[in-house]
């Protein structure tokens, strides 16, 4: 069976700090993968997708970025943090990317910016 | 712009009794709806989802409802169970792949069940 993984699980670091948080899938290839940020009274808003290993599509300008060095592991960094990139991150993943495909969410990391 | 609202932050029901979760859209190329249920420091998890081609998909306690022409979609849980207390996400997104696989969340619906 599949099974995703996110680390850490809740994270506190000053603004201006570097982030990286790290998602991996198990029990499937070439999985379409998925970066979400749920912000306080907010719903979920997707961040980035990938298709593949070094394909990366960004879906809302920010100070954030992500990568995909290996087929099941999908990577979110920021050089310098801001207040408002505080939030609940959920990485997701999905066999097809067609609009029916259920996608499928990991634990999330609830990241706090002081 | 909000193209996939949940209009009520929270809703309370007694063990027993239905809970019906309400959904609007605005974005007419939306064919496909889902529903996730989220735990507190959870992911949220996939419920139930239904396509424009239909208007109810039942599974157990669980029922969805579409109504294209007033874009609005309803759950509805019955018999409500203290487990069933989470937060619930409604999404849209449009059928086929392309841009078409975006996922639109709502801001989702707080359900306690009550004992």
């Known amino acids: 069976s599949q099974t995703i993984h996110q680390w850490p699980a809740t994270l506190v670091q000053p603004v201006g700090s570097p982030l990286s948080l790290e998602c991996t899938v198990e029990g499937t290839s070439n999985p379409n993968l998925y970066w979400y940020r749920q912000a306080a009274g907010r719903g979920l808003q997707l961040l980035f997708y990938?298709?593949?290993?070094?394909?990366i599509s960004s879906e809302v300008p920010q100070n954030l970025s992500a990568s995909r060095p290996q087929d099941r592991q999908f990577i979110l960094s920021s050089k310098k943090l801001l207040l408002s990139d505080s939030g609940f991150y959920l990485c997701?993943?999905?066999?097809?990317?067609?609009?029916?495909?259920?996608?499928?969410f990991g634990p999330g990391t609830r990241l706090t910016v002081l | 712009d909000q193209q996939v609202k949940q209009n009520s932050p929270s809703l309370s029901v007694q063990e027993g009794r239905i809970s019906i979760l309400n959904c609007d859209y605005t974005n007419s190329m939306f064919d496909y709806f889902l529903w996730y249920k989220k735990y507190p420091a959870e992911g949220p998890t996939f419920l139930i989802s239904i396509s424009s081609i239909k208007d109810k998909n039942e599974d157990g306690r669980f029922t969805v409802f579409l109504n294209k022409s007033a874009k609005h979609l309803s759950l509805h849980i019955v018999p409500s169970q203290p487990g069933d207390s989470a937060v619930y996400f409604c999404?849209?997104?449009?059928?086929?792949?392309?841009?078409?696989?975006?996922?639109?969340f709502g801001k989702g619906t707080l359900l306690t069940v009550n004992p």
């Open positions: 999404a849209a997104s449009g059928m086929g792949g392309g841009s078409n696989y975006k996922l639109t």
């Open positions: 990938s298709v593949g290993i070094g394909q």
């Open positions: 997701a993943w999905s066999e097809g990317l067609a609009g029916e495909d259920t996608q499928y």
